[in-house]
């Protein structure tokens, strides 16, 4: 009677805990994910940057980040489809936006040369000027909450983007001191994600990053989630 009862109760524990993952899933989704290849790549095959945070919380994460897209984009068409990063933001109740961007702009839009008026433009050295701080601002004004993710390094071995590696530490210095401003602003840096000479986190071209990267960064997202929810 009593292995019986216990069966039982153990039964009834498992299926409530399915109910509430399925519940979770079910919900509209509160998590929207923003940005360029960093957040994008692997979206195809579903296990992206946004998957992974799915997996790690149990709920729906909607992903509108595209591959090449920049915080800097003028082109209107193109641009409305995603390629200019504020024009991802779509409608909804949303309490936490992951997002990330400044890299194409510094990459294509410079060539890792002279960027210093283009890191200008995205972000001014105090943090509350030029294109990031307008678009976190305006995506702070609809009442989420920002994780905003820093770009992977490859220590140890050479990458095509190996000569940007100044400008991008000095981009993501400036973005580490905009969200010290605001304490809804969460800066996810990537800097020591890469152990030395190991390129199991970078995909073949050794820029965007690999599926073991991209589970790794959606984790980091999530705890970051996790730890700062309103209570």
Not at 11 to 35: D, H, K
Not at 106 to 132: E, P, Q, Y
Request: glycine share 10%; proline share 3%; aromatic share 6%.
């Amino acid at each position: 009677m009593f292995k019986s009862s216990l069966g039982l109760a153990t039964s009834i524990t498992f299926l409530l805990s399915i109910s509430a993952a399925l519940a979770a899933r079910e919900a509209p989704a509160r998590i929207l994910v923003m940005g360029d290849s960093l957040l994008a790549s692997h979206a195809i095959s579903g296990r992206a940057v946004a998957n992974s945070i799915e997996s790690a919380l149990q709920e729906q994460v909607r992903n509108r980040s595209v591959v090449g897209a920049r915080i800097l984009y003028n082109l209107p068409i193109s641009g409305a489809l995603g390629l200019k990063i504020a024009k991802q933001y779509t409608k909804g109740q949303w309490d936490w936006i992951v997002l990330n961007g400044g890299g194409n702009d510094v990459w294509l839009g410079c060539g890792c040369n002279r960027c210093d008026r283009k890191i200008n433009r995205l972000i001014s050295r105090t943090g509350d000027n030029g294109g990031i701080p307008d678009l976190v601002t305006r995506l702070r004004n609809t009442g989420a909450r920002i994780v905003y993710v820093g770009y992977l390094r490859s220590p140890g071995f050479d990458s095509p983007i190996e000569n940007c590696k100044d400008e991008g530490d000095e981009l993501e210095a400036r973005i580490k001191v905009m969200a010290n401003r605001d304490n809804g602003i969460y800066f996810l840096s990537l800097r020591d994600l890469v152990p030395y000479g190991d390129l199991s986190f970078h995909a073949v071209d050794r820029i965007h990053p690999s599926l073991k990267a991209s589970s790794a960064i959606g984790r980091l997202a999530a705890d970051i989630i996790r730890r700062n929810e309103p209570q």
